[in-house]
């Protein structure tokens, strides 16, 4: 797992002081990649006609520790690549290109995309089972392609500037903002996705020239002969038809199956050259993935890692102790009290490139330091929820259905303020904090309900966090805030991936696994894994994302994921001869932080210091009055506002950030 960071132009102006600048945008990335890094830089002498490149990269070494330093060259110095990630397959692809007649040096996987971009172009991508983000430099074509993973794994920024004749790029956005050419200007999407979705969604990001590639997705930047750069943007992977032979499977023929491509999928991410251990939360995605590592390799070879709270409530150590126990593995497990989240919380938020308000990334970020001494790599069971329904969301679809037909939902208005007057509890998923949320979500449809359900603030709230001026700019004026409607673009984009994952003849299930792995899976958790690992220098593996896992899992009949209430039904199945009964009956739980206690708690003067009336004043499009009145609502009781306050401080933090991002 590495870093990559650079830019093509046609502008000699942006090539001014190139080895430096470029230093420093990839030693921003340090932390993804202590063991080595490298510079590339391709200047012709036409350079306006031509364009030039730089790339940058930084390594931390997993396969093939002595060789694979980039960036990397073919046989002739002609096509350059800088790759983050693992490619799962490139053994076999390996023996594909050898047949072809290509000749390999060393052997990492990143040679063999040298050499499949050589054979296939971008028909590479579709063959590649990993995760990644890289840039191929094709100084023959002067052409730059741009590629990221099927589910985001591994996010991938790139500023458009100079009416797209400069392209700058790179595999964080603090890499990105360290080219001068970059404006270190909010995009006001990018900040009202924060607060919708709780994340920033992809194509957006925090910073107004700056996108993300969404999952899937390829750029090709291109130098025509005597004529301007030319930037196609297309997708490889997308919303596709069930296989009609996976989905005819009978239950029997679906449990061989599934044993079988979660078995094959696991072997491949156990493949490293450094110590490799397991997230184990004592779930039943990451006790499965356990599992099957046990059957693969000498459980008490196996390192597994948990983290708990000193609050019960939250705590879940003990479920991940007793699968470790059954198993066999080495287990490892710490509590993390509020006064150790205190301390570490500052420095935290002060070290996120992107703001991100999933409480969660705070435990994660210690399990990953945790777990980091003593492992590189970790597998992890990220994927299940999405992709087998595990979410009780996907129960509470029909019943909103329900709600519908009975003509409940037309009294929302009168629901909502019923349930806003329900006693304020800060406890786990406590009843009040579902029915507000059920209740919230019953105003709109499709995908944007589920937005509501699983989001960050209610819609009524967004006034109370955005300026009067800021609601213009995203051309939702006050009044329509008040009536609980969404940026407009937000709604759209939402939609839009729910019409493309709607299928004939298939239930809604379809579109919602669709819509989940898209956002809050693609967008939010696998960004904030990333995040939370590659800060402590260790790559995370999802054995659960295997597209040959996806597809059967995609292709299933709901009656073999839900059942009434019972989530992740095949899976569970399949846990029952490898897992002990009290897990594979246990009920969904997340990885929750008592946050909304710590807000007024421990972390109060945090709080209160970091969304002071003076400082919240110095961001012109936040609603000063609006965040007071949350801050105050929630220290004194009246309500819950963990989730806006969270992603407040997440703001913040992430401010202060954004004016060192340019500083040498």
Same mark, same amino acid.
């Given at each position: 797992?590495?870093? @990559? ?22 030693? $921003? ?20 006609? *031509?364009?030039?490149?730089? *790339? ?5 070494? !997993?396969?093939? &520790? ?7 060259? /073919?046989?002739?110095?002609?096509? =350059? !690549? ?44 579709? $063959? ?39 392209? +700058?790029?790179?595999?964080? %956005? ?7 050419? +970059? ?39 291109? +130098? ?73 390799? /000498? ?36 509590? %993390? ?51 087998? %329904? ?44 579902? @029915? ?61 991936? =729910? ?21 809050? %899976? ?17 790559? +995370? ?28 039904? @095949? ?26 206690? =710590? ?45 806006? &306050?969270?992603?407040?401080?997440? &703001? ?13």
């Amino acid at each position: 797992m590495c870093g @990559i960071a650079g830019w093509v132009s046609t502008l000699p102006t942006r090539f001014a002081d190139a080895d430096r600048t470029l230093t420093r945008m990839r030693d $921003r990335l340090t932390h993804r990649g202590p063991d080595d890094a490298g510079n590339f830089l391709d200047l012709p002498a036409d350079l306006e006609r *031509l364009g030039g490149a730089a *790339l940058g990269f930084r390594r931390l070494s !997993i396969i093939d &520790l002595s060789g694979g330093h980039q960036p990397m060259t /073919n046989e002739d110095g002609t096509v =350059w !690549i800088v790759f983050n990630g693992e490619i799962y397959n490139h053994q076999e692809l390996r023996r594909e290109l050898q047949a072809l007649g290509h000749v390999f040096s060393n052997h990492s996987d990143t040679e063999v995309l040298l050499h499949g971009w050589e054979a296939w172009q971008d028909g590479l991508l579709n $063959r590649l089972n990993g995760m990644f983000d890289f840039a191929v430099w094709d100084q023959n074509r002067r052409e730059l392609l741009l590629a990221r993973d099927r589910h985001g794994k591994k996010p991938l920024f790139v500023g458009v500037l100079d009416q797209g004749r400069t392209l +700058v790029f790179g595999s964080e %956005l603090s890499a990105v903002a360290a080219h001068p050419a +970059v404006t270190p200007e909010v995009d006001l999407h990018g900040l009202a996705s924060l607060f919708t979705f709780d994340y920033v969604t992809s194509p957006r990001s925090m910073l107004r020239d700056v996108h993300t590639l969404e999952p899937g997705q390829f750029w090709r930047w291109r +130098v025509p002969e005597h004529a301007a750069p030319t930037l196609q943007i297309d997708s490889y992977v997308g919303p596709r038809r069930a296989d009609s032979q996976l989905s005819g499977l009978s239950q029997t023929a679906a449990l061989r199956e599934l044993d079988a491509r979660i078995h094959a999928a696991v072997d491949r991410r156990l493949m490293a050259d450094v110590p490799l251990g397991i997230f184990l939360s004592g779930g039943i995605d990451s006790s499965l993935i356990a599992a099957y590592a046990a059957r693969l390799r /000498n459980p008490a070879d196996l390192d597994t890692f948990s983290i708990g709270f000193a609050d019960k409530r939250f705590d879940e150590s003990s479920h991940a102790r007793t699968v470790a126990q059954f198993l066999g593995t080495r287990h490892h497990e710490r509590i %993390l009290t509020p006064e150790t989240a205190l301390d570490a919380l500052p420095k935290l938020l002060a070290r996120m490139d992107q703001p991100l308000a999933d409480p969660s990334i705070l435990p994660t970020w210690f399990l990953a330091q945790f777990a980091r001494e003593r492992v590189t790599v970790a597998l992890g069971g990220d994927g299940g929820d999405e992709w087998f %329904l595990g979410y009780p969301t996907f129960f509470a679809h029909d019943v909103g259905r329900l709600c519908d037909w009975l003509g409940i939902t037309k009294a929302q208005g009168v629901l909502q303020a019923v349930a806003q007057r329900l006693p304020t509890s800060h406890g786990y998923m406590s009843l009040d904090f579902q @029915i507000k949320r059920f209740v919230s979500g019953l105003g709109h449809t499709g995908g944007m309900r589920h937005v509501t359900w699983i989001g960050g603030v209610a819609t009524q709230a967004l006034p109370q966090l955005l300026s009067a001026d800021a609601l213009h700019q995203l051309d939702q004026p006050r009044e329509s805030a008040l009536a609980g409607h969404h940026d407009p673009q937000l709604v759209a984009q939402v939609q839009d991936v =729910w019409k493309q994952w709607r299928r004939a003849g298939r239930d809604d299930m379809d579109a919602l696994a669709g819509l989940y792995a898209r956002f809050y %899976l693609g967008d939010g958790v696998l960004q904030k894994v990333d995040r939370a690992s590659m800060l402590n220098s260790l790559e +995370v593996r999802a054995p659960l994302l295997d597209p040959a896992v996806v597809a059967l899992a995609h292709a299933l009949p709901t009656r073999l994921k839900l059942r009434g209430r019972e989530t992740k039904w @095949i899976l569970r199945r399949l846990a029952e001869s490898q897992l002990p009964a009290e897990i594979v009956q246990r009920p969904k739980r997340g990885f929750a932080v008592p946050i909304g206690q =710590w807000l007024r708690g421990p972390l109060r003067g945090f709080l209160t210091d970091a969304l002071a009336p003076a400082r919240v004043a110095q961001l012109p499009y936040l609603n000063g009055s609006g965040v007071q009145r949350l801050v105050k609502e929630h220290l004194d009781g009246r309500a819950d506002h963990r989730k806006p &306050l969270w992603a407040l401080l997440c &703001l913040t933090s992430w401010t202060d950030r954004l004016a060192e991002m340019h500083r040498d």
